[in-house]
T-cell receptor
Framework: GAVVSQHPSWVICKSGTSVKIECRSL??????MFWYRQFPKQSLMLMAT?????????EQGVEKDKFLINHASLTLSTLTVTSAHPEDSSFYIC???????????????FGPGTRLTVT | QQQVKQSPQSLIVQKGGISIINCAYE??????FPWYQQFPGKGPALLIA???DVSEKKEGRFTISFNKSAKQFSLHIMDSQPGDSATYFC????????????WGLGTSLAVNP
C-alpha cells in the first residue's frame, strides 16, 4: 500500500517552454501533497505544500508564477514549470500524505521522481 | 531552531558490520522523527519512524534510538549488506504548518562486500 507514482520519469524540454509533471496516489487519498526539488548529492528542498482543493503554499524563495501547482483531486497533483530555463533542470519529487489515516497520520510517501533537463 | 543536523556525511562499512547515523535537533516541539532511504535516481522511501515517547524502535535490521534529553536520534543498521548502500536522510516534523518535514543533509552509506 501507499504507492505514489510520477509521470514522466524524465523529460527534456527546450528553454522557454513549459512542462507538466503529474503525481498520483494510487491506493490512498492524498489530502496533502508536497513538491520537492533535489540537486545532485544534496538534501530535499521543499518547494510547496498543497491541500486538495486549496491553493498551494509556497516556501520562501520559490516563485509561484513559475512553478504552478494544482491539487485538483484526492489522487492527483500537478507541477507545471513555466518558461523553463536551464537552471530549472533538477530532480523533482512529490510526496503524499493521507491526513485521515491513523495511527501514523504523519507519514509522507514519495514518488519515484522526475528528472527535468532544460536545454 | 528548525534545523536537523546529520552526521556523518559519508560512511563506509564492511558487510556484516553495524552502520550508525546520527541526527541532532534543537526544537523540542518536534514530535515525529522518520528516516528515509534513497537510492540514486529514485525517490526517498520511508524506513522507520519514531515518536519522542519511545526511546527505541526496531524493524528488522533497522533500529532508531531516541534520546529526548540530548535531543538526538540515530539509525542503526545491523548486519549491513551491500544492498543497503544508499543515501539516508533523517527528518523531523511538528504539529501544524502542514507537518512539513525538516530534513537532514543526508549520509551516503557504502557497504563493502
Amino acid at each position: 500500500g501507499a504507492v505514489v507514482s510520477q509521470h514522466p520519469s524524465w523529460v527534456i524540454c527546450k528553454s522557454g517552454t513549459s512542462v507538466k509533471i503529474e503525481c498520483r496516489s494510487l491506493d490512498f487519498q492524498a489530502t496533502t501533497m508536497f513538491w520537492y526539488r533535489q540537486f545532485p548529492k544534496q538534501s530535499l528542498m521543499l518547494m510547496a505544500t498543497s491541500n486538495e482543493g486549496s491553493k498551494a503554499t509556497y516556501e520562501q524563495g520559490v516563485e509561484k508564477d513559475k512553478f504552478l501547482i494544482n491539487h485538483a483531486s484526492l489522487t492527483l497533483s500537478t507541477l507545471t514549470v513555466t518558461s523553463a530555463h536551464p537552471e530549472d533542470s533538477s530532480f523533482y519529487i512529490c510526496s503524499a500524505r493521507d491526513d485521515h489515516r491513523g495511527p501514523w497520520i504523519y507519514e509522507q510517501y514519495f514518488g519515484p521522481g522526475t528528472r527535468l533537463t532544460v536545454t | 531552531q528548525q534545523q536537523v543536523k546529520q552526521s556523518p556525511q559519508s560512511l563506509i562499512v564492511q558487510k556484516g558490520g553495524i552502520s550508525i547515523i546520527n541526527c541532532a535537533y534543537e526544537n523540542t516541539a518536534f514530535d515525529y522523527f522518520p528516516w528515509y532511504q534513497q537510492f540514486p535516481g529514485k525517490g526517498p522511501a520511508l524506513l522507520i519512524a519514531i515518536r519522542p515517547d519511545v526511546s527505541e524502535k526496531k524493524e528488522g535490521r533497522f533500529t532508531i534510538s531516541f534520546n529526548k534529553s540530548a535531543k538526538q536520534f540515530s539509525l542503526h543498521i545491523m548486519d549491513s549488506q551491500p544492498g543497503d548502500s544508499a543515501t539516508y536522510f533523517c527528518a523531523a516534523s511538528i504539529t501544524g504548518n502542514n507537518r512539513k518535514l525538516i530534513w537532514g543533509l543526508g549520509t551516503s552509506l557504502a557497504v563493502n562486500p
